[in-house]
T-cell receptor, first 114, second 113 residues
């Protein structure tokens, strides 16, 4: 079945540091891939997405590239801010039965210190 | 703005006392989902409606039920809440035309005393 493996946290960085959160997946075919962000006490917000190989999703300075050859969708940001402190979830949507459902990774908590 | 609304944001109930959480949406999406999220964990899908079709996850306890009276509203009923049901409950919506990208509400934090 489909699965997502996400880098374990927590991750603590200083402001302006470079961020990478690793995400790899197992799925048949070409799933759609997503990064969601959850700020404390809130619901999930879609951060970025990619629907086919070599697509790059980007938003708010975050980027992730859909790599079919390595089945990865790593999240990166060149210079993090305190306001980026949140939990980040990698997710995939498969193409087969139940394709309206998401499979989530376990989440990575990011703390950015001033 | 089109959005997903959950009420209440915080709900306290007593052990064994039935509780209902509500979700409404102005997106006109045909798919609505209910997730349970416990502290430091990923959201866990309880069930979802595809139009009027109800789809229960195999491991969702019978204690959890849902109703969708129309496109805009969906309810989560917990018939006899236990202490282990204390969690954040998230509602989400999607539609095929947007690639089933899910839009989440802010969640309802349930406390069981």
């Amino acid at each position: 079945g489909n699965s997502v493996t996400q880098m374990e946290g927590p991750v603590t960085l200083s402001e302006e540091a470079f961020l990478t959160i690793n995400c790899t997946y197992t799925a048949t075919g070409y799933p759609s891939l997503f990064w969601y962000v959850q700020y404390p006490g809130e619901g999930l917000q879609l951060l970025l997405k990619a629907t086919k190989a070599d697509d790059k999703g980007s938003n708010k300075g975050f980027e992730a590239t859909y790599r079919k050859e390595t089945t990865s969708f790593h999240l990166e940001k060149g210079s993090v801010q305190v306001s980026d402190s949140a939990v980040y979830f990698c997710a995939l949507r498969g193409l087969q039965g139940g394709s309206e459902k998401l499979v989530f990774g376990k989440g990575t908590k990011l703390t950015v210190n001033p | 703005d089109a959005m997903v609304i959950q009420n209440p944001r915080y709900q306290v109930t007593q052990f064994g006392k039935p509780v209902t959480l509500s979700c409404s949406q102005t997106l006109n999406h045909n798919v609505m989902y209910w997730y349970q999220q416990k502290s430091s964990q990923a959201p866990k899908l309880l069930f979802h409606y595809y139009d009027k079709d109800f789809n229960n996850e195999a491991d969702t306890p019978d204690n959890f039920q849902s109703r969708r009276p129309n496109t805009s509203f969906c309810f989560l009923d917990i018939r006899s809440p236990g202490l282990g049901d204390a969690a954040m409950y998230l509602c989400a919506t999607s539609t095929r035309t947007s690639g089933y990208e899910q839009y989440f509400g802010p969640g309802t934090r349930l406390t069981v005393t």
